[in-house]
């Protein structure tokens, strides 16, 4: 019996990897580099090395897999997101339906019911209707909210200028939820594989909170209870992108996500089935130690 789990050095997909193999299960971990792959290796894992959008690596690391976990790797980069996301999925398909994997949890998004209008997740809608055309393959399809681990990304700005900004509504309640809630929750579904079909499984987290609500967390954990959530328009915000190294089309679809869930074309009905444990002031020393060593 073999567990494959895709982005296995990733924020989710590491801890899975963790937990399956903390549980004693044989894990293939997949990745783009040895180097990287190494300390789940040396953990007891299969290290499988290649590209993710290559359906005949894919092949061979979803041959013999009782269940595998999936994820479309974001590549803020690349000239047309929509296109590079949609080679990686129909690889990962593909090679499903090569290998006939039985259970399979893919890694979505809340608004993936959505065709369109909301930026990076327009790619998740089209790889769930993929993944719903498989045939002798039950799926799994986890639908969280925006991670925690997002605000990594923000505490360069507050080092220099003191402050967070984002194009998202300063008051919007949106749901976050850290990656290891996630990543429980996927661990559990591959080892139990005890679902049929296609099922749908929103995670939204401990509860829903604004851009502004967290960022005061975040400062009083830096030391900074003053620390201000500037919302930036979205034209000022694409240029922020851009000069930060995302393309002009990322950076386009970034600002229509977050309009998305500032205006609530992007929502969820929060149940006490989707809520997960950790709240946001349990991750936020993480974010301290990392602000720390800037």
Known sequence: MTITVLGATGNTGGKVTELLLAAGEPVRAVGRSAEKLAPLRAAGAEPAVGDAADPD????????????????????????????????????VEAIRRTGVPHVVALSSVGADRPSGTGFITSLHTQERRLRSLENTSVLLLRPGSFFENFHAALGLI??????ADSVAPEAKIPMIAARDIAEVAAEALRKRDWAGVVVRELLGE?????AEATRILGEALGMPELPYVPM??????????????????????????????????????????????????????????????
């Open 159 to 164: 080092k220099t200028a003191g402050i967070n």
């Open 207 to 211: 509860r829903d909170l604004s851009y």
């Open 233 to 294: 328009p979205a034209a000022e915000m694409a240029e922020t992108l851009r000069q930060a190294g995302f393309s002009a089309n990322a950076a386009r679809l970034h600002v229509e996500m977050t309009a998305a869930f500032s205006d609530g074309t992007v929502s969820a009905t929060r149940t006490t089935g989707n809520t997960t444990a950790t709240r946001f002031e349990e991750f936020v020393p993480e974010l301290a130690h990392a602000y720390r060593r800037l």
């Open 57 to 92: 690596f894919l092949t061979e690391a979803f041959r013999g897999a009782d269940a595998a976990y999936t994820l479309l790797h974001t590549s803020p980069e690349v000239e047309d997101y929509h296109a590079e996301q949609d080679r990686k999925g129909e690889a990962i």
